[in-house]
């Protein structure tokens, strides 16, 4: 083993899937331990509450990365995660349109993009809207 890499035996020894002192991998998240257990309450509430849910933080907090690892960690049998992200110049219409699409609605409208999230909920689909 050399000061800034190690060999396949280490790695396999020790369960890495890259060298952990080789440069990032493109794709590679850091996720520190103290997120998850927001993660954990942000599945708790969306599940079992009518809430609103709203992460907020700084540019670079993490919000983008805690929004990836809630649509990767849900039940995708009873989950299914609607990620809209809408533009600054976007108007409601456009965003109804962004999540009819999702929902695979032909013309949405809200009472359209309602009736579809109700028919889901009756075959024990729950949708999770999320905004980035």
Known sequence: MTSLSADDSYLDHY??????????????????????????????????????????????????????????SSNKQAVMSVVITPQSTADSSAVLQQIGQALNIQHADFDGVMAQIVQLALTGQEVYLLVD
Request: no cysteine; aromatic share 10%.
């Open 15 to 72: 369960g890495f899937s890259h060298d952990p002192f080789a440069a990032r991998v493109p794709g590679f998240k850091f996720f520190p331990a103290q997120r998850k257990p927001v993660l954990g309450q942000l599945h708790h509430l969306a599940r079992y509450s009518q809430l609103l849910l709203v992460v907020t933080g700084p540019e670079g907090s993490g919000k983008t990365l805690v929004r990836q690892a809630l649509v990767a």
